[in-house]
Nanobody, 118 residues
């Protein structure tokens, strides 16, 4: 599975961005998908996830501001980010995981930079 992110950029605090991840392959619908982020000097953390069944989960820090969605007909997963804060600044990565399999088998995109200015 090849993952390609798009939609990052520079935005002022309070603004919005929409990230998109396009996945190759015909079995996209079988993967759990997620968005992670990594800020300088910090560990990579889960921002939002969506299972192959459509269940979602969010980091506490983004609940009520971010929304993850997927379109299995287009092999895409999106992250709508509203009310952005400077602390949301990070490189955002798209992730694909096979349910029940070792996380060592996960697929990752190359990342897209999100910068929120105060």
């Amino acid at each position: 599975v090849r993952l390609v992110e798009s939609g990052g950029g520079l935005v002022q605090a309070g603004g919005s961005l929409r990230l998109s991840c396009a996945a190759s392959g015909s079995i996209f619908r079988l993967y759990d998908m997620g968005w992670y982020r990594q800020a300088p000097g910090k560990q990579r953390e889960l921002v939002a996830g969506i299972t192959r069944g459509g269940s979602t989960n969010y980091a506490d820090s983004v609940k009520g501001r971010f929304a993850i969605s997927r379109d299995n007909t287009k092999n895409t997963v999106a992250l709508q980010m509203n009310s952005l804060k400077p602390e949301d600044t990070a490189v955002y990565y798209c992730n694909a995981a096979i349910p029940g399999a070792s996380r060592l088998n996960d697929y990752w995109g190359q990342g897209t930079q999100v910068t929120v200015s105060s």
